[in-house]
């Protein structure tokens, strides 16, 4: 079984920190993803990667930023986390276009 | 504008029927793919049913069907047969680029409530 596993299911962070959010796969894909998820507004994607050192901007990529030095591995960084940033985030790895994506299990953020 | 659009965010159904949620999508792309998902209260994302563009047939996974209509741009899930367990947050996703440079667009979702 593929499996997506992010770092922390529950984070609490001060206004200001940088924040890293981490997500590893084991099925050797090719793309990986982070999104938001907010009540009323789906699943958001703020940034995505095709290959090692390679990254594209999704749709709200302000406040992000992410690293991906290696394939199996993709973080996402909060530079100087703000109380807007409180979400949702799941991290996504694909082999190709034509599958689905897998999830992780989700890393629920609280910025105070 | 929004690509992906689920405009009922909520449903009830009663227990044993069946229910169908609507997707609408946006693309200029001849290649695409849609895709569902369920979210129970957990949050784990469970991938549900997957229909190519190219695909001449409807795609069925059990009691999940895709009712795909090219020509409207919809994509709506069919749930036969509605059990307890049913009861989730579902989203509708598309797969838009193609090759390596590829990115999953979702709706905002429908939250079904299954009735005893």
């Known amino acids: 079984d593929v499996k997506v596993t992010q770092s922390s299911r529950y984070l609490v962070k001060r206004t200001g920190e940088k924040v890293f959010l981490e997500c590893v796969q084991d099925?050797?894909?090719?793309?990986m993803f982070w999104y938001r998820q907010d009540p009323g507004l789906g699943l958001r994607l703020i940034y995505f990667?095709?290959?090692?050192?390679?990254?594209e901007k999704g749709d709200i990529p302000e406040g992000y930023s992410v690293s991906r030095e290696k394939k199996e591995r993709f973080s996402l960084i909060l530079e100087s986390a703000s109380t807007n940033q409180t979400s949702m985030y799941l991290c996504?790895?694909?082999?190709?276009?034509?599958?689905?994506?897998?999830f992780g299990q989700g890393t629920r953020l609280t910025v105070v | 504008a929004q690509k992906i659009t689920q405009t009922q965010p909520g449903m009830f159904v009663q227990e044993k029927e069946a229910v169908t949620l609507d997707c609408t999508y946006d693309?200029?792309?001849?290649?695409?793919?849609l895709f569902w998902y369920k979210q129970p209260s957990s949050g784990e994302m469970i991938f549900l049913i997957y229909?190519?563009?190219?695909?001449?047939q409807n795609a069925t996974e059990g009691r999940y069907s895709l009712n795909f209509q090219k020509a409207r741009k919809s994509a709506n899930l069919v749930i036969s047969a509605s059990q307890l367990g049913d009861s989730a947050m579902y989203f509708c996703?598309?797969?838009?680029?193609?090759?390596?440079?590829?990115?999953?667009?979702f709706g905002t979702g429908t939250r079904l409530k299954v009735l005893a």
């Open positions: 229909q190519g563009s190219y695909d001449q």
């Open positions: 996504a790895s694909s082999p190709d276009g034509n599958t689905e994506a897998f």
């Open positions: 996703a598309m797969r838009e680029g193609t090759s390596g440079t590829y990115k999953y667009i």
């Open positions: 099925m050797d894909h090719e793309n």
């Open positions: 990667s095709y290959d090692v050192k390679m990254k």
């Open positions: 693309t200029s792309d001849p290649s695409y793919g």
